[in-house]
């Protein structure tokens, strides 16, 4: 009896904190390397190649100031569904590597926030959505600055006066 309450307590608590879970990083193969209760741990693990699916909404705020960083060739977010949004006075995803994608959900900035999606390399958009909605004339949805290139791809910008592609830079939308 005493073992079998010890284990319904373990799975409890392993239940409870899978719960907490935010994001996972999901190997080429399709196979589960890690889970993360925070996204920018998440993204911090991930290894080229790999894919950061987000498991639930993720709001950030002053409190967290971080800025997220998709900072892996070929590495991949996997918004799945959900919200990313960024509170704090920072931009909602800075992209920093080569061939990354960004699919399937929506980085929103609050009004004290700069750029939803600044692209610095190489990125494919694919089902999602970016929103600035700032009334700074000089925050954007979408920021491509020399050197960049973004494909969007069934994506939607809001707000499409707040994109800022710098010269050198190109933004295609397919």
Same mark, same amino acid.
């Given at each position: 009896m005493k073992k079998l309450i010890s284990l319904m307590i373990a799975a409890t608590c392993v239940s409870a904190w899978a719960d907490d879970n935010v994001a996972e990083v999901v190997a080429p193969d399709g196979s589960v390397r890690s889970q993360w209760t925070v996204l920018a741990w998440a993204l911090n693990d991930? =290894?080229?190649? #790999?894919? %950061?699916?987000?498991?639930?909404?993720?709001? !950030?705020?002053?409190? #967290?100031? %971080?800025? !997220?960083?998709?900072? $892996? #060739?070929?590495?991949?977010?996997?918004?799945?569904? +959900?919200? !990313?949004?960024? =509170?704090? $006075?920072?931009?909602?995803?800075?992209?920093?590597?080569?061939?990354?994608?960004? $699919?399937?959900?929506? *980085?929103?900035?609050?009004? =004290?926030?700069? *750029?939803?999606?600044?692209?610095?390399?190489? *990125?494919?958009?694919?089902?999602?959505? +970016?929103?600035?909605?700032?009334?700074?004339?000089?925050? +954007?949805?979408?920021?491509?600055p020399n050197g960049s290139h973004a494909v969007f791809k069934a994506g939607t910008v809001m707000d499409t006066e707040k994109v800022m592609v710098s010269e050198g830079g190109t933004l295609v939308i397919e």
């Open positions: 991930a =290894q080229p190649g #790999d894919t %950061v699916r987000m498991l639930k909404n993720v709001t !950030l705020t002053a409190q #967290d100031n %971080v800025m !997220l960083w998709l900072g $892996k #060739d070929g590495m991949t977010l996997d918004l799945n569904g +959900f919200t !990313l949004e960024q =509170q704090a $006075k920072l931009n909602g995803l800075y992209v920093n590597a080569d061939g990354t994608t960004v $699919k399937n959900g929506t *980085i929103v900035v609050a009004e =004290q926030s700069c *750029i939803a999606l600044w692209g610095a390399y190489s *990125i494919t958009v694919t089902n999602s959505m +970016f929103s600035g909605a700032t009334s700074d004339t000089s925050c +954007f949805s979408v920021y491509c």
